[in-house]
């Protein structure tokens, strides 16, 4: 299976609102706001074509912070996050193979077409994981490691740099 890799622009989400909205179920303006207000990081997301030129693949960087998707943390394990959020890091907002590609290296290549600009400019990405997605162990594979978890999510953190 063929497919090409694209680096993302804020042109880029329509495309980003419709594969959440279909692929988590997620209400669709609750996605825009998410969207606009999150601070996507286009230019290191990353889209696959195939080799008609639709889209198989999006990963969603965004310069969040920890405390914006879990505020619990500051309340909880305050100590935890100002560790944290003094490391430069970048998260991962979404990261979707069309079925089609799954089983396949695209997650990997797409990761691994961003892993030198993630390894100069970041001390770790911050991935938060849904509880019901089946994405925890692929983390985990990756060296990911758990720092917190709330009654929506994972979070992890993946070193990046030494």
């Not at 396949?104 to 019901?132: G, K, Q, W």
């Not at 999510?153 to 740099?161: A, E, H, I, K, P």
Request: proline letters at 4%; a negative charge.
């Amino acid at each position: 299976m063929s497919y090409i890799l694209n680096r993302m622009t804020a042109a880029d989400a329509p495309l980003t609102v419709d594969w959440l909205v279909r692929q988590y179920g997620f209400d669709r303006e609750e996605v825009e706001d998410w969207v606009q207000h999150l601070h996507f990081n286009w230019p290191l997301s990353v889209k696959a074509l195939d080799g008609q030129g639709r889209v198989v693949g999006l990963l969603n960087m965004s310069d969040y912070r920890i405390e914006e998707e879990t505020p619990l943390i500051a309340t909880e394990q305050p100590a935890l996050l100002a560790e944290l959020n003094a490391l430069r890091y970048t998260a991962v907002f979404s990261f979707i193979v069309s079925p089609d590609y799954r089983g396949t290296r695209l997650n990997y290549d797409m990761l691994m077409s961003i892993m030198p600009e993630l390894c100069a400019n970041y001390d770790f990405v911050f991935v938060p994981v849904l509880h019901r997605l089946k994405t925890h162990r692929y983390w985990q594979r990756w060296g990911a490691r758990e720092f917190f978890r709330d009654a929506d999510c994972v979070y992890y953190w993946l070193r990046v740099s030494e």
